[in-house]
């Protein structure tokens, strides 16, 4: 089985490369099913209902949220009773939202999807080991297909979880930072690992804002409206190849399609 793994969707830039890049690469790389990080899609933190619609009908099975996932509100409704989002796993209990999902992939695959927020530099949670060890036991037996997004700042906290999940999940994928790593691997126990896959919206900004607002707040200290930037969008993920029965991971790739390569003629990975 392959499942496509998209990095943190930004703005609207973000959002038409998924709808133009998804259905393409579903073909070209007979994708089984895909998932995407959509935490910043409106305007660069939060997301729609609309948006949500928007992204499973642009072929999105399963969408995992962040730091971000609250910031629009008239989400939560969404969140509460679609069974095909999912909150960080480590949020109080009390968060709206499930801690983890399970899809089904063609031929019936089960496919639990589960999301882990860091703790370094980023707002106090709960234990992400001892939640994903929570939502693990829980998981129904004939569930070998398990994928886990390690939304953190730090390198160190994504190889801790991947090192805790070894063996255990079918793949790591890290978000957050926006930057993709060059460090995809098969740790011992065939589990995918990479500390991010990328962001998927405008590289010509800071982190898929406008330079033009970031970098004078941070010269000046006055505040100004962080609008998403616009140019040279990019789609970036992995592509993770697992075997159906077992659950391990036998592949990862990394994918990072531009403008200029949905253009082309030949399919869009090339
Ligand atoms: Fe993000
Ligand atoms: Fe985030």
Redesign the pocket.
Known sequence: MRILFIG?IVGTPGMNMVKQAVPLLRVAEKIDLVIANA??ASAGSGIYPTQYKQLRQAGVDALTM???IYKKTEIIPTLEKDDRVCRPANFPPGAPGRDHIIVSAPDGILVAIISLLGRTYMRPVDCPFQAVDRVLQALPADVRCIVVDA?AEATADKYLLGHHLKGRVSAVLG??THVPTADEQILPGGTAFICDVGMTGPYSGILGRRVDRVLPTTLNFVPQPFDVATDDARLAGAIVDLDATTGRASAIRRVMIDEAALRAPRHPSA
Do not use: K, L, R, W
């Open positions: 943190d935490e910043n962040g730091d971000h939304h978000t957050h």
